[in-house]
């Protein structure tokens, strides 16, 4: 770990995120408001952040506004304050968010089912996607080791999927991460597409490395959310443009302020009229590419489940380190088994280190020796 660049930053990011996401989950109950929960996770994430080097001048707090995608729904999912959408029997939740300690991002996501008959584990096609993408995330948190080749991770998670019945969804990646960027330019598809074209590389130590596993009991074709009008978006730190409106230009210095990099929710805008006026900006720096929407993608099959699993891993000499540690799994059980000594069952049993966060309030400040404050090293087995 020592050889991570910011690593401490990294793992209070992890605390964080962690943290925040537990809070989020345990609030996923029938009837609870999705919009209540978007907005809850973002405020704990900012109120862990604070904790950490308290008095400090860096900026810290949300990396990736929280989304919650139910069933088909598969990303970008961050519903406004007056959505009435709430939480049924049976749904499929997939919470995911993103926090930053000074530019140090850390991100998590999971899957979890509200469960009929909680004692009885669920075994019927959401517990087949969920078997799948949580076992198949497991296997390609093992193959996150220098040398190993990115297509490696694609091709694993297809043979593992598809041995439940399901497969990987397309448009979705995994991703390296700098601070400050966020994602970052050297992608994994989770399913192969001539489209994609992504460049194929190596994993190295000292990459720090956005793992991110989505599985549909459809096909795993995506199409445009066309109901869920896009709510996040992140600006082009590239782009630049003289807008001639002054609620553009308004909405555009709003978010340079606020968001100069990380993705941002338009919940975050103030509200009223003030609010309207710099909403009414977003059209114009849209279309001049200044800023741009995440957009909410569905699984094109109706009556299809999608369930995700992400997790923040940092790459050493001796393999993967896994800085944001999983989360509590729902009762679930598939009809589907891993055939005995293949592949995947290989991989599975091989090492992977999970480092133990402490609580927040333990997090200690020293100063370096160039009088930043910097996090304290964090214990790890």
Not at 346 to 358: A, F, G, I, S, T
Request: charged fraction near 20%; proline fraction near 6%.
């Amino acid at each position: 770990m020592e050889h991570v660049e910011g690593i401490e930053y990294y793992q209070a990011a992890a605390a964080v995120v962690h943290e925040a996401l537990k809070v989020v989950l345990e609030r996923c109950t029938v009837g609870t408001p999705v919009a209540s929960l978007c907005l809850l996770g973002d405020q704990t994430m900012d109120q862990y952040a604070s904790q950490i080097c308290p008095g400090s001048q860096f900026a810290k707090g949300v990396a990736y506004p929280t989304s919650i995608a139910l069933n088909g729904q598969v990303q970008n999912v961050a519903v406004q304050a007056d959505d009435k959408v709430t939480l049924q029997l049976a749904d499929v939740v997939k919470v995911e968010m993103a926090a930053h300690i000074d530019g140090h991002v850390a991100s998590q996501a999971h899957t979890l089912v509200l469960n009929p008959n909680p004692q009885q584990a669920l075994s019927d096609r959401r517990a087949d996607t969920i078997c799948a993408a949580k076992i198949a995330h497991e296997a390609l948190l093992r193959r996150l080791r220098p040398g190993v080749e990115s297509s490696e991770l694609t091709t694993l998670g297809h043979e593992i999927v598809t041995t439940f019945q399901c497969a990987p969804v397309e448009a979705t990646y995994s991703f390296a991460i700098d601070r400050y960027v966020y994602p970052g330019s050297r992608m994994v598809p989770n399913r192969f597409r001539a489209e994609d074209n992504q460049p194929e590389f190596t994993f190295a130590v000292g990459d720090v490395f956005v793992l991110n596993t989505l599985v549909s009991s459809g096909p795993g074709q995506v199409r445009d959310a066309g109901d869920i009008r896009p709510t996040i978006y992140q600006r082009d730190v590239t782009q630049s443009y003289y807008l001639k409106m002054k609620s553009a230009a308004r909405f555009y210095d709003t978010v340079v302020q606020r968001h100069p990099v990380f993705p941002f929710t338009l919940r975050e805008l103030s509200s009223g009229e003030d609010g309207l006026r710099m909403k009414l900006g977003l059209t114009e720096c849209v279309q001049r590419g200044l800023v741009n929407p995440l957009i909410p993608l569905v699984e094109k099959r109706r009556n299809a489940f999608v369930a995700q699993f992400q997790s923040t891993v940092v790459i050493t000499h001796k393999g993967p380190a896994c800085i944001t540690p999983p989360q509590a799994m729902s009762f679930v059980h598939s009809q589907y088994n891993l055939p005995a000594g293949s592949n995947a069952v290989q991989v599975l049993n091989e090492p992977l280190e999970v480092v133990d966060l402490p609580a927040l309030a333990t997090i200690r400040i020293t100063k370096g020796t160039d009088d930043k404050d910097e996090v304290a090293p964090m214990d790890m087995n």
